[in-house]
């Protein structure tokens, strides 16, 4: 089986393998020759498209890099070190982690929305291409309008009609829309509370980034 293993992201399962050597090599490659720019797109296509089977399902950032976390959980280790000075007593922790307990998928099944004589059924987003070349962080409209299965039964409006109709809401029922939307979509809980070895006090941390994610030697 050439992707014996399954991540579930929300409600998508993803069929994977684990990073293999030819995965650095060319992620090593690609890294040096971009003198570090675009590192992102880079660990995007080697070190989690390369390892998914259905190389056209569309993911968002935060799925992606849910997913990236989750290879790395398999491939290198459940698990990290981390160190941090105790902000009570000052006691220098040195603590080893599991990547679960940082990065904490939080979604619910998609269920249609029903706002002030609208009701919005939702799907995952459809079409990779079009999304990757659509897609704007600090537009709402489309976000939304990217997984609009129906509204009000009608399935046959554009992604731009759809935007439209998000943009020509009143702000208080398109709030209400988008808020319901933001409860159930996919996000990463990376938080996580350190109990000091020494005082016994906890302290939260927020893990955007997991030290030693990839081994220095992917670097050499
Ligand atoms: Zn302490």
Redesign the pocket.
Known sequence: MEYPHTIKVGNKTLKVRKWKAKDRKAFKKEIIESEGNNSDVIITQNLVYNCIENKNIALTDEEIQYVFTQLRKLSVSETFEYTYK??????D?KEVLKIDDVSKPVFKEYKPIEVQGYKIELQDIKNKKFYEENKDQFDESKELAFRVKSINGDMSKSFNELVELFDDMDIDIFDKIYDQFQDMNFHVDNTHECT??????TTPFEFDEIPGFLPDSWYK
């Open positions: 105790c902000i009570h007593c000052d006691y922790n000091c070895k020494k005082c016994g006090k």
